[in-house]
């Protein structure tokens, strides 16, 4: 069965910053796309960034652009997310999320880790 596990999250004070990371399976990592998702209380899961499975190409939501980078070790199966200048806004469960598409992770998510808890403080 493929897991992904992620870790990293943690308590951070507004301006503070937070790497995630999510090491997985090569089955479920070796050439297909991966993403970050996160859900805030009450609020519904939404997209956060994602990165192709080659690395070349990444996305990002309007509300972490220039604040957080993705980026991918496919040696180690791993896929991370720096968070810089983290807001309050930002406090949520993060989830790592394993695409069946070389490009698109938000229309073929197959996996997804068990989330990690980012509270950002003000």
């Known amino acids: 069965q493929v897991q992904l596990v992620e870790f990293g999250g943690g308590l951070v004070q507004a301006g503070g910053s937070l790497r995630l990371s999510c090491l997985t399976s090569t089955l479920a990592f070796s050439g297909n796309a991966m993403g970050w998702f996160r859900q805030a209380p009450g609020k519904e899961r939404e997209f956060v960034s994602a990165?192709?499975?080659?690395?070349?190409?990444?996305y990002y939501a309007d509300s972490v652009k220039g604040r957080f980078t993705i980026s991918r070790d496919n040696a180690k199966n791993t896929v991370y997310l720096q968070m810089n200048s983290l807001k309050p806004e930002d406090t949520a469960v993060y989830y790592c999320?394993?695409?069946?598409?070389?490009?698109?992770?938000?229309?073929?998510?197959?996996?997804w880790g068990q989330g990690t808890q980012v509270t950002v403080s003000s």
């Open positions: 999320a394993a695409s069946t598409h070389p490009i698109n992770v938000v229309d073929f998510v197959r996996y």
């Open positions: 990165i192709s499975g080659s690395g070349g190409t990444t």
